[in-house]
């Protein structure tokens, strides 16, 4: 049984703006899946559908095998939802807010409180119990949304830009806890724009284009398709000429940094011994662009193909 199943889902707006074209995805029970696209894509209308926001226009939407439409009060209760819009009420009190959210769902009030002391300590926000939601930080109304989120013991959670506008220190933390919470059984979804994230957290990948998926699946699989990956690699001594490197495409950005691309052919031993042979020094590398934001570049900034054209280019 899958966590989200969706087929030939199509929502059409008032206006005439069609969102969704007929989208087919599965995430499976326990995965930890990037749903990514641009601005426009057709994201927020999928997600607003699946948890009951936004009518469909057609299609079946099924969660835990759960019918959308026919089993509606088992589908809300199994998600929980951190919207990307801080929706807080800003004067209650952190802890009145995680558990008044739980009794929107029946659970009864000592099992909120304890339930509270639980995710309020693992999002590290314990201390602020008795503070009033305005005074928190920008990161901590993040992590009190996500306590909220998951009050009821959700199976599946589903984050949208849960990390917008927050420090790398923060962020790298709500990572962790993220990845505990998978861990320990919760299927997560997961938009954001941060692609570095996506592909650090996420085992699967869902891209949307124009309303219709274009990539569905494992991320190790996705990032494979890339046909070579770009290095910045700073060397120990000054150069003002770079040595031929067979097989590589390479060029001087300074006098201490070469840019390297290199083919999904070669391995990066071997452009290490080549610039050993050569006589440079490597003192440190990085990759010169995420490796899934370069993908999804490819795969959606080519504005002038079909969706068509695009889905037949993610397949090959």
């Not at 929107?104 to 002391?117: I, K, L």
């Not at 290490?272 to 662009?289: D, I, P, Q, W, Y």
Request: one cysteine or more.
């Amino acid at each position: 049984m899958h966590a989200l199943s969706v087929r030939q889902l199509v929502k059409v707006y008032a206006n005439g703006v069609q969102a969704l074209a007929g989208i087919d995805l599965d995430v499976p029970r326990g995965d930890f899946c990037a749903l990514l696209g641009p601005n426009g894509a057709g994201k927020t209308s999928l997600i607003g559908i699946v948890t009951s926001l936004v009518r469909k226009t057609s299609g079946e939407v099924s969660v835990f095998g759960h019918d959308l439409d026919r089993e509606l009060n088992a589908v809300k209760s199994a998600i929980g939802v951190v919207p990307q819009e801080i929706n807080l009420n800003l004067w209650d009190k952190v802890s009145n807010i995680v558990v008044n959210q739980a009794g929107f769902y029946g659970v009864p009030p000592a099992r909120a409180r304890r339930r509270a002391e639980i995710c309020l300590r693992q999002l590290q926000l314990w201390d602020k119990r008795h503070d009033s939601a305005r005074t928190l930080s920008g990161g901590m109304k993040r992590r009190l949304m996500i306590a909220r989120a998951l009050m009821h013991e959700p199976e599946l959670l589903i984050l949208d830009e849960p990390t917008a506008g927050v420090d790398i220190e923060i962020r790298r933390s709500m990572w962790e806890f993220l990845r505990e919470t998978n861990s320990a059984g919760t299927t997560i979804i997961l938009t954001t724009h941060y692609l570095e994230e996506a592909e650090n957290l996420c085992r699967h990948v869902a891209i949307i284009d124009h309303g219709r998926v274009i990539v569905d699946d494992r991320m190790a699989t996705v990032l494979a398709r890339l046909q070579q990956q770009d290095f910045l690699l700073t060397l120990r001594e000054a150069i003002t000429v770079l040595p031929a490197l067979p097989g590589f495409d390479a060029r001087l950005v300074s006098d201490h940094e070469i840019e390297v691309s290199v083919p999904r052919s070669r391995q990066i031993n071997e452009l290490f011994t080549g610039l050993s042979a050569a006589g440079l020094e490597v003192v440190s590398l990085r990759n010169k662009a995420n490796r899934l934001e370069e993908l999804f570049m490819k795969l959606t900034e080519r504005k002038d193909r079909t969706p068509a054209g695009r889905i037949e280019e993610a397949r090959q």
